[in-house]
C-alpha cells in the first residue's frame, strides 16, 4: 500500500504537467522513489533526479477507536456481523528532494514540486479492481531548522533542495474476516442461590 502511495506521486510528477520538460527530451523520468540516504554513494539512479523517500509512519490516532463489528445487511436487516482485525490509520511523511546537477536546476525542481501538489492536493491510486482504489491527501509540512537538520543529519548530513510532505490518510488492513451470529434467543433459567 505505502510502495502505490509513492507511486502515485512519482507518476503524478512525472506527468506533463509535472516536471517534464518538452525542452530536454532526454529527461523523461526525472521523479524516482528511492533512498536519498544513498545520494553519496555514487548511486547511478540518483543522480540528476527528484527523490521520494519516506521518513516516518505515524498511526492517526483519531481513527483507532473504530468498531471491530461490521454488519452484513441483507434487505435492510442485519443478518450476522463480521469481525474484522482492526485496519491501521496511518500518515506518511515523505521528503522530496532536489539531486539535480546543479543548484539552480533543483530549485526550480522543488518549485515545481511545491507547484504540482498545491494545484492537486488529493491522488488516487487506481487499480485494475475498481474495490481496491483509494484516494489520499498530501500537504506540505513544515518543521523548525533544528528538526530539518536533525533529518538530514540521519540521512547523510549533505542537504539539498527539498520538501516534507504529510499523506494523510492511508487505510491498511488485514484480510481475516471472522463471522459472528446474532443473537436472536435469550434463554434465561431461574437459578436459586442459598
Known sequence: MINKVLTVLKNQLNAPDG???????????????????????????????????????????????????????????PVRYDKESTPAYLNLYVMISANRSTYSKSLLSISKVIEVFQAKNVLEYVDLEPQNNFSFRIELHSIPFEQLSYVWGLLGGKIMPSALYKISVIKISAKDIVPVKLINDINIQSIKVD
Do not use: C, M
Not at 523520468?29 to 554513494?41: G, L, P, R, S, T
Not at 543522480?47 to 483519531?62: A, C, G, Q, R, Y
Open 19 to 77: 516536471l517534464w520538460d518538452p525542452n530536454v527530451p532526454n529527461e523523461i523520468e526525472i521523479a524516482v522513489v528511492d533512498d536519498i540516504a544513498k545520494h553519496d554513494d555514487n548511486t547511478e539512479g540518483l543522480s540528476n533526479k527528484v527523490v521520494i523517500s519516506l521518513l516516518n509512519i505515524e498511526e492517526e490516532s483519531t481513527l483507532k477507536n473504530r468498531s471491530r463489528y461490521q454488519p452484513v445487511v441483507v434487505e435492510n436487516n
